[in-house]
């Protein structure tokens, strides 16, 4: 259920961003000096009525509903994650590549902008799923058990790395 208090929520935040003074410091000694809080009072004043002038219904009503999409998306993906065995054949869901970082212990699987890192010792498995264009869990190669196979595939799927094949 949505709030108004959510709505307010996202609106503030929005317009704090666009707004700089919303962002700066309480003035030292807001808690303890009666002439701070008098100047607090007139600069939250000024600050209300800044929010009431520049908040975006629409901008925040937009936000919140991709912000719904975007997790029932999440929601959607771990429910076919936790449905993933060894048998569950996944694929890429793009360009994928691997990565390892400069001091070699970890490596990553990233996709645009995206980057999931792991010990390096990961770096078989990774390297298969970037290779492999479709593949059943329980050919990850490497050092896994088939509950780490199961972990590791279930948690790119849950990140939206993978997907289940059809």
């Given at each position: 259920?949505?709030?108004?208090l959510d709505l307010l ?64 998306r999440v929601e959607s ?90």
């Amino acid at each position: 259920m949505l709030t108004w208090l959510d709505l307010l929520a996202v609106a503030l935040g929005q317009t704090a961003n666009r707004q700089e003074s919303f962002r700066q410091a309480l003035p030292i000694g807001w808690n303890m000096d009666a002439d701070v809080r008098k100047t607090l009072a007139s600069e939250f004043a000024r600050r209300v009525q800044l929010f009431s002038q520049s908040a975006d219904l629409e901008s925040a009503l937009d936000e919140i509903a991709d912000s719904m999409i975007r997790r029932h998306r999440v929601e959607s993906s771990e429910a076919g994650a936790n449905g993933i065995d060894c048998e569950t054949r996944l694929e890429g869901k793009g360009s994928l590549q691997i990565y390892l970082s400069s001091d070699g212990t970890l490596a990553g699987l990233a996709l645009g902008t995206k980057v999931f890192w792991m010990p390096a010792s990961l770096a078989p498995a990774l390297r298969f799923v970037v290779e492999r264009k479709v593949f059943c869990v329980h050919e990850l190669p490497g050092q896994l058990t088939d509950d780490g196979k199961l972990n590791l595939a279930r948690r790119l799927v849950e990140d939206e790395f993978l997907r289940i094949a059809d």
